[in-house]
């Protein structure tokens, strides 16, 4: 980020965001409207924003809690169906894995709310997801107790599978969580394609299953390169979305967003008032306290970006990640995973499924100073191990350059590793008593013999980075 910016974080360093009368310029910056200035007639959607002065007086007290410049700025940014009178419903959070709670819960209560109106068991809710999401939705499922029921992924199909979540949809489905951007292989998986299934699927069983998408990654991606691709709130049973403000949306660790479509798809009893820091305070958040800071800064970056800065920050990214897969591509070893519309990552696997390979790759490379993670794939693909690139904003062609050649060197150490065969060293040892004994009365240690060794003889030698190692041994 920018020194500027950087500068402006460390000024509110000391500022409890929950401190709202105190601080009220940090919650005025989640606090007042957006409108739209102009629009985009290609794709008919809001391009520039301009602030609005303040919050109407009598804005509903759900809108307060949600209403910030932030989250208006990013529900518009997902086609939320709010005019530009209206406050969008969200809220700031810590990351994605707490934007994701606040989600989970806003449905588990609904649905449970829904249950009770008609007489009906509300203690086994679920989730359908993929097998590939990511770790937080297994810890919302087991700290808020709710099942969570995994399509699993199959050999070249590594995201869920709309047709098999909606087969495993049932009455007791809080919701679908579908990702955009996943997290193993930077997929994006086919919401409009689930949006139609399930719909088709409430029509006929009367229930009223929603989809939430996780678009931790996805959700700054897709809206300044892919327009046109159906994944937000134009979908209409998309009810919540979450993004990373610390992933695309180009701010330190420490920010994530969750937006619901209305604020009718916010439980009201989720809300809690607190009134002992000098006025009314609604909150729906996991923690109370928090910084200040990661807000003052996603603000300042939408700000000063824009969409058209961030769609260039996007372009750059996908370009680095284009050059990387082509690369890698050339050296004939690879299969690549990701795919070209998705998130600016490269996930790749060797050719022979190699997982000894790809793992020690990881390793090698890690000396150059890059932490590329080798992992296996979920159920059912477990048999594929993958390396992942991820691309920031600051990875240019560079460096995407710099790494390539670094791969090239790290593989042929690899080959020139794999092709020496491990030395072998014979021990013949005998065991004798000890000559003497302990002062304190320990057992004393018997005295170790070694009566033969054997060295396999070995003439190989490999370079490593410029420096020659012999591995022959000498006894
Ligand atoms: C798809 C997905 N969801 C959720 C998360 C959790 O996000 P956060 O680190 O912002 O809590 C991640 C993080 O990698 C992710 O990739």
Not at 88 to 117: D, H, P
Not at 313 to 341: H, P, W, Y
Request: charged share 25%.
């Amino acid at each position: 980020m920018e020194p500027e910016c950087d500068k402006l974080m460390m000024e509110a360093i000391n500022k409890n965001y929950a401190d709202m009368d105190e601080y009220p310029v940090t919650t005025e910056l989640q606090g007042c409207q957006w409108r739209p200035m102009s629009t985009n007639p290609v794709r008919n959607q809001p391009e520039r924003w301009d602030l609005l002065p303040s919050i109407p007086d009598n804005t509903h007290i759900l809108c307060k809690v949600a209403n910030n410049r932030c989250v208006n700025i990013i529900a518009h940014l997902f086609n939320a169906p709010v005019n530009e009178k209206e406050a969008a419903a969200g809220v700031g959070t810590v990351g994605s894995s707490e934007a994701i709670m606040l989600a989970g819960l806003a449905f588990k209560k609904k649905w449970q709310n829904r249950r009770k109106a008609e007489g009906k068991p509300y203690d086994k809710p679920n989730i359908v997801t993929g097998a590939n999401v990511q770790v937080c939705w297994e810890k919302f499922a087991r700290y808020f107790e709710v099942e969570l029921k995994e399509v699993k992924l199959r050999e070249g199909y590594y995201v869920m599978d709309p047709v098999k979540a909606v087969e495993m949809v049932d009455e007791n489905t809080i919701c679908v969580a579908a990702i955009l951007g996943s997290t193993l292989t930077g997929e994006f998986e086919d919401i409009k394609l689930l949006n139609e299934l399930l719909t088709e699927k409430n029509m006929r069983t009367g229930w009223d299953t929603p989809i939430h998408v996780d678009a931790a990654s996805g959700g700054f991606i897709a809206p300044f390169l892919y327009p046109e691709l159906e994944w937000d709130f134009r979908l209409p049973l998309v009810k919540s979305i979450n993004v990373s403000g610390h992933k695309y949306g180009l701010v330190y660790a420490g920010i994530g967003w969750v937006i619901w479509r209305d604020k009718e798809d916010l439980p009201e009893e989720l809300i809690f008032h607190i009134n002992y820091l000098g006025a009314d305070q609604p909150t729906f958040t996991l923690n109370f306290s928090k910084g200040s800071s990661q807000i003052i800064a996603q603000y300042y970056q939408f700000l000063r970006l824009g969409f058209e800065g961030y769609r260039k920050v996007m372009n750059n990214c996908m370009e680095s990640a284009r050059i990387l897969r082509e690369g890698l591509e050339n050296t004939g070893r690879f299969d690549i995973i990701s795919k070209e519309q998705g998130v600016p990552l490269v996930a790749f696997s060797f050719k022979d499924k190699n997982k000894i390979l790809a793992f020690k790759l990881s390793k090698n490379l890690r000396r150059f100073g890059w932490i590329v993670p080798a992992y296996t794939l979920p159920a059912d693909a477990e048999h594929m191990t993958v390396l992942r690139v991820v691309v920031r904003e600051d990875f240019g062609r560079p460096l995407a350059e710099k790494f390539l050649s670094h791969l090239r060197i790290a593989l042929h150490e690899l080959d020139s590793v794999m092709e020496v065969p491990i030395p072998t060293i014979r021990y013949t040892m005998e065991l004798r008593p000890a000559d003497h004994v302990e002062d304190d009365g320990a057992l004393p240690l018997p005295n170790v013999v070694i009566l033969k060794q054997e060295v396999e003889p070995m003439d190989k030698s490999i370079t490593l980075t410029g420096l020659l190692f012999q591995n022959a041994i000498t006894s």
